[in-house]
């Protein structure tokens, strides 16, 4: 292509700075490509002596180095120059016209080859040469390659570069001028002599380095360790040092001997005691140095020993130190004298390695003085549970060691709670302790496994306890072996574990087991002592089921800490002693033969039992204006039910005159009535279960009370009592002005007004009408209750509702000592929660199938067929 001076000036105008722009970008990137191993040598010369390294080394090492950094920068000048030429005016003329399309300054320098002649030829010639000269003035110049990774594949030139910035942050450029004193020919000579020094404290102080030279003081204080550095330049002998602080020339060397040692150019010796340092000659300078003494670490527990119930256990300690605690460890070992020595361990133990755990340390941050935690579990340790002494050492960076003072505690590890788990563990132990225990603890395993059906709550459990003791007594034959010892003792470890643990599950299903049967024996007319042995079967059935709900509870306790959740022990206890009293009444029922209000008692106990939980939570004290109300709303529902079950059974005694409730051919359990209940009496098991007891004593249903009332008198009365009750609650309500609150004042208004039109029905004898009333109030009551809880939802929110909720949630979280829903978020209460999950379903279906086989039934009244079909119209 033709130089740029013989360019058309159009062409020149248009390309000027770009066409510079690019020869410069193509200069730079033959410098790069040529030069880059110089200026790579460069760096690492430059790095190499602004850190200093040159004061670490010998003069000879020193000066090898640098003779290679220098052939090496010879080579990489030659090399550059040999390979740089600046790009020519062509070649950058070629490079810009590449980065346009179609080759825009050769098209407008170029012309016809053919055609000439003709003018539509050459008018389509000239129109394509403007259209590359218009193009011209888009011309942008070349982006330059300086990538030279083809020929630097290690990447070596940024090695270079990044040592040249870590000495640029942490060396200095002053280091670079040290390296002239290692020669005969410094640069001080020919002013005279001179030094310079350094007191550089131990790099675990953090204490910056001392330029001696800029000190003026006489007095120093350094760390003991520190490390002085003297250069002396100049004529050899003309500068000197005495110094008291180190070690550095023997007490007996000879006179000759100190004065070399004095005399030497390049200096250096530790701090180890407090003493002086001074300079003899021209310039001479002398200190008083204090050599301030590193204090040995200390350590210490801190605190309570705690221990999960899983066993694991977390000692507290703390750890200080003047400067930086490096590490710690922890031995622990057998404080024999302490052990109470009988049964397994009256002999003498086998010997035991000390067991040695690593103490935690920061990670991060300050080491002076800290506090952490050894968590570790010792559970299948042999010693667990037993005195042991803990010693807790810590050292520094100068590998000072501190101690505390040796404690006798007793190895945290695992509590077992179950005799039987207890048992294996303890012998598991002696087992452990010494293998010549191994007659004992076979004699031992058969007696704890004497009649396994009355301590095994599992066969699989008996099987391997078995298999243990075959095991355990083919060995009491002959030396245990460590293997043997240790592979035994893992079986009695797990074995353990399982009898403790056993299973949530497992002991639900051997509860419902127990209930089934008993159930059975009861429909069978089983003999008293059967029914006894399934009462004394179903007790301990559920004091395992309730051991299990507790362990599970404190389990979830300690893997959410930051719930602050207190087990409520006085909630537990009442629930446990409630359950005795029930099953305590079931056996009494079954005793005087009232099987049928045994086996509904029953009933109601299995459905206590599946919805059993630990309560947990902060009590229901201090409960709120509107806790309180739904709690009284609550109340009122159950009675109304109650009055409405009572009503239906006085309705079926009217089509079934004589027939004992309860004991009608296919009745069903979940109607209301009690089985084996008498018309007029109340089931003595439901009192205070279902809350269907007369008010002030009077029985619900009793056909003359004590003044001669009839029973729709009675029930009406009663009726009449609850809706002034509900009245008064509606005076109370709390929530007014809001929407919700509101909609629940005219729920209630609703109920109430069904409940008075129940009331005139039961005196008019109308018993079907009183049923559908008493339902729609049952129903309004519930819509009521749902609203009011929606109102104290709201107020909760925006900040204006009262505090103290009993589970820190919305009212519908709160629970009774047996974790049903107390009914504060509108549902029907207590009762409502007797069944949950999939069993709400299902007790629906069978009712409903009830209600059907019942309406088919065409010898039952008018009446009462019309009344179930609308039930069944109704649900």
């Not at 010639?125 to 888009?138: G, I, S």
């Not at 490390?227 to 002998?237: D, H, I, N």
């Not at 619900?700 to 009839?710: A, V």
């Amino acid at each position: 292509m033709t130089a740029r001076d013989d360019l058309p000036n159009e062409i020149n105008s248009a390309i000027k700075w770009p066409l510079a722009l690019t020869r410069l970008g193509m200069g730079a990137e033959t410098i790069v490509r040529a030069f880059w191993p110089l200026w790579s040598v460069v760096f690492a010369a430059l790095a190499f002596l602004m850190m200093g390294l040159q004061d670490y080394l010998s003069t000879e090492a020193v000066w090898a180095i640098l003779a290679a950094f220098g052939v090496g920068a010879l080579w990489a000048l030659v090399r550059g120059v040999r390979r740089f030429s600046w790009p020519t005016q062509s070649a950058a003329l070629a490079r810009l016209d590449a980065t346009m399309p179609g080759n825009p300054i050769l098209a407008a320098m170029d012309s016809q080859a053919i055609g000439a002649d003709d003018e539509a030829s050459l008018a389509v010639w000239k129109a394509h040469q403007t259209r590359m000269t218009a193009r011209l003035k888009e011309a942008k110049a070349a982006e330059p390659d300086l990538r030279v990774s083809k020929a630097d594949p290690f990447a070596l030139r940024y090695v270079a570069l990044l040592s040249l910035l870590v000495a640029v942050v942490f060396g200095s450029v002053l280091r670079v001028q040290s390296v002239s004193a290692m020669g005969p020919r410094g640069l001080d000579l020919a002013s005279g002599p001179t030094w310079e020094g350094w007191l550089e404290p131990p790099h675990y102080t953090g204490l910056p380095s001392i330029y001696l030279n800029d000190i003026d003081a006489s007095r120093l204080e350094t760390p003991v360790g520190s490390r002085v550095t003297l250069r002396f330049y100049g004529e050899v002998g003309a500068l000197s040092v005495n110094e008291t602080l180190s070690n550095r020339v023997s007490p007996t060397a000879t006179a000759e001997e100190v004065i070399e040692a004095s005399i030497q150019t390049a200096q250096e010796f530790e701090v180890v005691r407090s003493g002086s340092i001074e300079i003899e000659g021209p310039g001479g300078r002398y200190w008083e140095v204090v050599a301030t003494p590193d204090r040995a670490p200390e350590v210490m527990r801190d605190g309570d020993i705690e221990v999960s119930y899983e066993g694991e256990a977390q000692i507290p300690f703390t750890a200080s130190d003047d400067y930086s605690v490096a590490d710690g460890f922890a031995r622990i070992e057998l404080a024999l004298e302490d052990v109470d020595r009988r049964y397994g361990l009256r002999i003498d133990p086998e010997p035991r390695a000390v067991i040695e755990l690593p103490l935690p340390m920061p990670i991060a941050g300050d080491r002076s003085e800290f506090t952490e935690t050894l968590v570790d579990n010792f559970s299948e340790h042999p010693w667990a549970n037993l005195p042991v002494s803990l010693d807790l050492t810590v050292t520094d960076e100068a590998d000072q060691s501190g101690q505390a003072a040796t404690e006798v505690i007793t190895l945290p590890g695992r509590r077992f709670f179950d005799p039987m788990a207890a048992a294996v563990i303890d012998l598991r132990r002696s087992l452990l302790w010494n293998r010549d225990n191994v007659g004992d603890i076979s004699l031992l395993l058969r007696a704890i496994s004497h009649r396994p059906d009355d301590v095994f709550r599992s066969g699989t459990d008996y099987l391997r306890l078995r298999a243990i003791l075959r095991r355990v007594e083919a060995l009491s034959q002959v030396r245990m072996t460590d293997d043997q010892q240790a592979e035994i003792a893992q079986a009695m470890w797990d074995l353990a574990i399982r009898l403790e643990e056993g299973d949530l599950e497992d002991a639900l299903e051997r509860l419902q087991r127990a209930q089934d049967r008993l159930s059975e024996a009861m429909r069978n007319g089983a003999s008293d002592q059967e029914i006894a042995e399934l009462m004394q079967e179903l007790r301990q059935a559920t004091d395992d089921y309730l051991r299990q709900l507790s362990r599970q509870a404190q389990q979830e306790a300690e893997q959410n800490p930051d719930q602050e959740m207190t087990q409520n022990q006085n909630m537990m206890e009442m629930s446990q002693s409630d359950l005795q009293e029930m099953m305590d009444r079931i056996q009494e029922l079954m005793e005087q033969g009232r099987m049928a209000e045994a086996q509904e008692a029953l009933e109601q106990l299995r459905q206590m039992m599946e919805n059993m939980q630990v309560t947990q939570g902060q009590g229901q004290q201090g409960q709120s204006p509107g806790e309180q109300a739904m709690e009284g709303l609550a109340e009122t529902l159950r009675e109304q039910q109650g009055l409405s079950d009572q009503a239906f059974r006085d309705l079926q005694e009217q089509f079934n005159p004589g027939q004992q409730q309860g004991q009608q051919p296919g009745q069903q359990q979940g109607e209301g009535q009690q089985p084996g209940q008498q018309p007029g009496q109340q089931g003595e098991g439901q009192q205070g279960q279902n809350g269907q007891q007369g008010q002030q004593g009077q029985q619900p249903g009793q056909g003359q009370n004590g003044q001669g009332q009839s029973l729709e008198d009675s029930l009406a009365d009663r009726q009449r009592a609850l809706r002034q009750e509900l009245n008064r609650q509606s005076q109370n309500l709390p929530g007014a002005g809001t929407e919700a609150g509101d909609a629940a004042r005219d729920a209630l208004g609703r109920a109430e007004g069904a409940m008075e039109g129940a009331e005139e029905a039961l005196r008019e004898n109308d018993l079907a009408g009183a049923i559908d009333n008493q339902s729609e109030a049952m129903e309004a009551l519930r819509e009521g209750m749902r609203n009011l809880g929606e109102a104290m939802a709201q107020q909760q929110q925006q900040g204006q509702g009262q505090q103290g909720l009993a589970d820190g949630a919305d009212p519908g979280q709160q629970r009774d000592p047996l974790g049903r829903n107390v009914g504060t978020n509108g549902q029907i209460g207590s009762n409502e929660n007797l069944l949950q999950g999939e069993d709400v379903y299902r007790r629906a279906r069978e009712l409903l199938d009830e209600i059907r086989r019942r309406s088919g039934e065409g010898e039952r009244p008018e009446q009462e067929l019309e009344y179930l079909e609308r039930l069944l119209d109704r649900f």
